[in-house]
Every structure is written in structure tokens, then in C-alpha cells.
């Protein structure tokens, strides 16, 4: 099979290789799927620069990317799944050697979701990061209906998915952006410019001086004084992402006086049962076509240095994927 790789961390340019592996085969309990779409997400573009602290390669060659989504070609022992099942894959190469950046990819049966009809591979290769992390960042704590939440990031490939999640969920919906562009990107109604305005105000303002039931935060570190403010008593605040500050100083009692629930989250380690809501409830989205979702084309497997750049650089809309 044709597939992209890497031996070492470094610059995508200088360490991302195409070229042809063996085919994988599906060991007992997976299948193997053509890749007919692979998403490229921060974290994998953060993985093969080295960037994670005390970072060492985990196996000697790394296939990247995690998301992806194609068709089931064959199947390992002890699984009945239909052959050309179109599906999506999460975790592909989350402690793997083997992702989506290839033309297969064997994985365990349950990290192969069907894809419904109407929702074509491109957006499937959204669906395992993006997606997944903002309906698990809305819902990991329980019902949001009838409540405020207030979506830090609202274009970013998370938090747009946060901000339609929330409102299909019933919740009232303030994003935070950093231009009107972006506001309008995002799809909420009720925006503040994070960067021009003093986000604490203008959401208590917003919000009859109630502040928020719920904060999905992409940089819990910048956004900490401005979320502790508007967390109600007995909020929740979910956290995927700080990457202005990765250890910043928690305001503990401050927030053990609201009784505020800190939730740190990595999408990777959802345990089975809360995966398996989640997947239900986006499957019913993706077949009531309630979901949008933004693809940035990538192009194919030869340019996976190139959006490996565009990724890094964070200034494009949506998630890259490459095709093939
Ligand atoms: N823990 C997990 O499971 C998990 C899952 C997914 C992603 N992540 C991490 O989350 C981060 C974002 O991922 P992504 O795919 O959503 O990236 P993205 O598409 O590049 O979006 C990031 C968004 O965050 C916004 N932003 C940055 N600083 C902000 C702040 N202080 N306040 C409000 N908004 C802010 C940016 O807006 P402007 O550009 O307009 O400033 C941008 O729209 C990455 O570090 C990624 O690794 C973690």
C-alpha cells in the first residue's frame, strides 16, 4: 500500500515520507479499511514534531493521524461486519504504529463506526477528534437543555462542532471568536470578540448577570480568571486544550467555593460506554443531516507536508483532509 511516514520527529517537510509499506492484516477482532479520507488534527501534528514534554518515537516507523474514514475491505477472525461497510475511525493511531495517513488500516472491529449514508468520508474524518471532543466536552457531566454554555474557541474544529452540538442539544449558546468571520464560522447567534472585549462582562451581560452553566475551554490557562467568574455554582468546566500555559496555577478554593467541576479531557480515553452514547448520538445527527461540518481540502497522501503546515499554522478554518 502507498503510505505516509515518519522514523524521526522533526519539520513535516524533512521527516514525512511517502512511499509503499506492506499491506496490514486484520488480526482477530479487526478489520482492515481502505482509507479514503484522513483527517489531520493538532495532536498529530504535535506528535511528529517531538513537541509533547520528554517526547521519545514509540515505535521505529509512525503512520500518522487518528481520524480517517473508508470502507471495510476485510475482516479479521471472530468479527462479522459487512464487507464495503462505509465506516469512521477513531483512535487510529493513538498508541499504534499504524494510522490513517495510508491507503489501509486494520483496527480493532469497534474503532470502525458506520458511516451513515449521506455523510460523506471527508466529514467522516472530522468525526473522531473534533466531533467526539465536543460532544464528550458538552455531555460528559450530564443534560445541558434549558441550560447556558458558553463555547471558548467557537471556529475552532471543536468548538464549531460544540457550538451546533449545544444548541441541537437544547442549550443556550455563547461563543468566543476573534473576528466576525469567525463569529460567523462558528454559527452562534450570541459571540464576543475574545480579543477586543472583556469576555467577563459582556457574557454577564449576555446572560442578565447569571453567568454560565457550562464552559467548554480550548485554553483553559489564558481563559481561567475570565472562567471562574462565569461558572455558576455547581458548574462544569471541560478543558481539552492550554496551550498558552500546559501548567497553570489552579485557583482552588476559588473554585471549590462554587463547588465548580474541573473536567480535563483527552478524547482519546473515553471509556466504552460513554463512546458508544456518544456514537449514537451522532450517528442520529449525521442521519438527520443536522450536523455541518467544515473540511478543508488537503489534497492526497503527497501532500501531507503541506497540511501538516497548514494545521501548525492554525489560521485555516476547519479540518484538513487529505483524499485518496
Ligand atoms: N484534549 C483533547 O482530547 C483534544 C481534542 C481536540 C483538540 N485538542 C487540542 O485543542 C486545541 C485546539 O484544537 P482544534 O482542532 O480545535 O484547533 P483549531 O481548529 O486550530 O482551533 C483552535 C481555536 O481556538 C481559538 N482560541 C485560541 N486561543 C483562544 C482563547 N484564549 N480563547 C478563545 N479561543 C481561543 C482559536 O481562535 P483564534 O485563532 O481566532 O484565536 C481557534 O479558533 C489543540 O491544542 C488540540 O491539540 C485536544
Known amino acids: 500500500m502507498k503510505a505516509v511516514w515518519y522514523e524521526r520527529f522533526g519539520p513535516a517537510a524533512e521527516v514525512l515520507t511517502l512511499g509503499d509499506m506492506p499491506d496490514p492484516a486484520p488480526g482477530p ?10 483527517g489531520v488534527n493538532p ?11 520528554g517526547a521519545k518515537m514509540p515505535f521505529p516507523r509512525i503512520v500518522p ?8 475491505v476485510a475482516l479479521g477472525k471472530g468479527v462479522s461486519r459487512e464487507l464495503g461497510e462505509r465506516v469512521w475511525i477513531w ?8 494510522g490513517t495517513c495510508a491507503e489501509l488500516i486494520a483496527v480493532p472491529s469497534e474503532q470502525a463506526v458506520r458511516l451513515p449514508d449521506g455523510t460523506g468520508f471527508e466529514e467522516g474524518a472530522c468525526l473522531g477528534i473534533p466531533a467526539m471532543t465536543a460532544w464528550y466536552a458538552l455531555h460528559a457531566d450530564g443534560p445541558i437543555a434549558g441550560r447556558t454554555v458558553l463555547v471558548a474557541g467557537g471556529a475552532g474544529t471543536v468548538g464549531r462542532y460544540a457550538c451546533q452540538m449545544a444548541a441541537l442539544s437544547g442549550a443556550r449558546v455563547i461563543t468566543t471568536v476573534s473576528s466576525a468571520q469567525k463569529a460567523a464560522h462558528s454559527g452562534a447567534k450570541d459571540w464576543i470578540n475574545y480579543r477586543e472585549a472583556n469576555v467577563t462582562e459582556a457574557v454577564m451581560d449576555l446572560t442578565g448577570g447569571q453567568g454560565v452553566d457550562r464552559i467548554v475551554d480550548v485554553d483553559f490557562g489564558a481563559n481561567q480568571a475570565a472562567d471562574l467568574a462565569l461558572v455558576k455554582s455547581g458548574g462544569t468546566i471541560a478543558s481539552y486544550a492550554s496551550a498558552s500555559d500546559m501548567a497553570p496555577t489552579l485557583q482552588f478554593y476559588p473554585f471549590m467555593f462554587k463547588n465548580v467541576t474541573l473536567k480535563m479531557l483527552i478524547v482519546y480515553l473515553l471509556d466504552a460506554e ?13 442521519q438527520a443531516g443536522k450536523l455541518s461540518h467544515a473540511v ?10 503541506a497540511a501538516h503546515g497548514r494545521v501548525a499554522a ?11
Not at 483512535?91 to 499504524?98: E, H
Not at 458508544?276 to 451522532?282: F, H, M, N, P, S
Not at 478543508?296 to 507536508?305: I, S, Y
Not at 492554525?314 to 485518496?324: A, E, H
Open 29 to 38: 477482532g479487526e478489520v482492515l479499511v481502505r482509507v479514503r479520507a484522513s
Open 43 to 53: 495532536s498529530d501534528v504535535k506528535l511528529r514534531a517531538g513537541a509533547r514534554p
Open 65 to 72: 493521524h487518528s481520524d480517517g474514514a473508508g470502507e471495510i
Open 91 to 98: 483512535n487510529g493511531q493513538w498508541q499504534r504504529a499504524q
Open 274 to 286: 460513554v463512546r458508544r452514547r456518544g456514537e449514537a448520538q451522532l450517528t442520529e445527527w449525521l
Open 296 to 305: 478543508v481540502p488537503g489534497g492526497g497522501l503527497a501532500d501531507a507536508a
Open 314 to 324: 492554525g489560521d485555516k478554518l476547519g479540518t484538513v483532509v487529505l483524499s485518496f
